[in-house]
């Protein structure tokens, strides 16, 4: 169950100048709006089961193979420490490419559901307020105003490439080495 992108009319924060907006994929977890850069958004997938990995973080759904390729699949709501639901008919899983210092590699992502397209100007985004260390605000791009509600643009190269996800990729690129 694969969805197109929709973009809709009317869903720029500001009017678009050429070269000063860039296009956010945003999807709901726990009632928030959250924004990738649709260029690194590959593919939408309807929820799907995964093959669980042994001794990886509770947040590591696991891995899909998606057309031949092994990918490692993140629940955000456990990333995030938000109180879990159980997976539903809006349930979807972004496959995203993520760039490292070594490599680009492709991961998915779990989420309550897509929303929308937005075009979004450079300067519409904000820096993420400062909380003085009590909050982990690393994973945060900025925040952008989209009519009257606010979108956590996220950095996905930041957040999915932590220790433990790039440990996992090793061990699923091993064994399709060794297969």
């Given at each position: 169950?694969?969805?197109?992108?929709?973009?809709?009319?009317?869903?720029?924060?500001?009017?678009?100048?050429?070269?000063?907006?860039?296009?956010?994929?945003?999807?709901?977890?726990a009632?928030?709006e959250?924004?990738?850069?649709?260029?690194?958004?590959?593919?939408?997938?309807?929820?799907?089961?995964?093959?669980?990995?042994?001794?990886?973080?509770?947040?590591?759904?696991?891995?899909?193979?998606?057309?031949?390729?092994?990918?490692?699949?993140?629940?955000?709501?456990?990333?995030?420490?938000?109180?879990?639901l159980?997976y539903?008919?809006?349930?979807?899983?972004?496959?995203?490419?993520?760039?490292?210092?070594?490599?680009?590699?492709?991961?998915?992502?779990?989420?309550?559901?897509?929303?929308?397209?937005?075009?979004?100007?450079?300067?519409?985004?904000?820096?993420?307020?400062?909380f003085?260390?009590?909050?982990?605000i690393?994973?945060?791009?900025?925040?952008?105003?989209?009519?009257?509600k606010?979108?956590?643009?996220?950095?996905?190269?930041?957040?999915?490439?932590?220790?433990?996800?790039?440990?996992?990729?090793?061990?699923?690129?091993?064994?399709?080495?060794?297969?």
């Amino acid at each position: 169950m694969n969805q197109p992108l929709k973009e809709t009319p009317d869903n720029n924060a500001t009017p678009i100048s050429p070269g000063n907006a860039d296009q956010y994929l945003t999807f709901i977890l726990a009632d928030e709006e959250y924004g990738v850069d649709i260029l690194r958004v590959q593919e939408i997938k309807g929820w799907d089961e995964v093959t669980p990995i042994p001794n990886t973080p509770d947040y590591i759904n696991g891995v899909i193979n998606l057309r031949g390729t092994i990918i490692p699949i993140i629940d955000l709501r456990r990333r995030f420490n938000l109180r879990e639901l159980e997976y539903g008919p809006t349930t979807v899983m972004i496959i995203l490419k993520v760039q490292s210092q070594e490599h680009e590699r492709i991961m998915g992502v779990v989420v309550d559901a897509v929303s929308e397209v937005y075009n979004i100007n450079t300067d519409e985004l904000q820096p993420p307020p400062e909380f003085g260390g009590v909050i982990n605000i690393e994973f945060i791009r900025g925040l952008a105003s989209v009519g009257k509600k606010m979108v956590i643009v996220l950095d996905i190269d930041h957040l999915l490439n932590t220790r433990e996800v790039q440990l996992l990729s090793a061990v699923t690129e091993q064994s399709l080495s060794d297969s």
